[in-house]
């Protein structure tokens, strides 16, 4: 168990093929630090496709591998949260409508919609 204070990655907008690449990148750098959890904060993403879900499930894979699990925080009934519901994907994330706690070393996250 580690006792850092979790890394938060805020992504919003778009999540696409377009922007599928930083996002891995951020997310394979946050799955290498084994002394935080990691939260990956949705709750302004407006739209989330295949490539950028497969993305978090091989990301949340990993975490479980190290005995971790990745944190989701969404917001209920909103497209992603239906998107997780519908794809049955809901129980390979923790998720969350709140953050736990505010994390000073949290970052913004690559996804930034034009």
């Known amino acids: 168990m580690t006792s850092a204070l ?3 990655i805020r992504l919003f907008g778009e999540l696409d093929l ?13 799955v290498g630090d084994r002394t935080r959890e990691l939260i990956v904060d949705l709750r302004k993403v407006s739209f989330i496709d295949s490539t950028a879900l497969g993305a978090l499930v091989r990301a949340a894979e990993q ?8 944190t989701l925080l969404i917001t209920p009934g909103d497209p ?3 998107l997780l519901e519908v794809s049955g994907l ?10 736990p706690e505010a ?8 996804a930034a919609a034009a």
């Open 103 to 110: 994390a000073p070393g949290s970052s913004s996250g690559p």
């Open 6 to 8: 979790p890394r938060t």
């Open 18 to 30: 377009r922007s599928a690449r930083e996002m891995q990148s951020a997310l394979s750098e946050a």
């Open 90 to 99: 809901t129980e390979r994330f923790a998720l969350l409508s709140e953050p």
């Open 80 to 82: 992603v949260d239906g």
């Open 63 to 70: 975490l479980r591998n190290q005995g971790r699990m990745l």
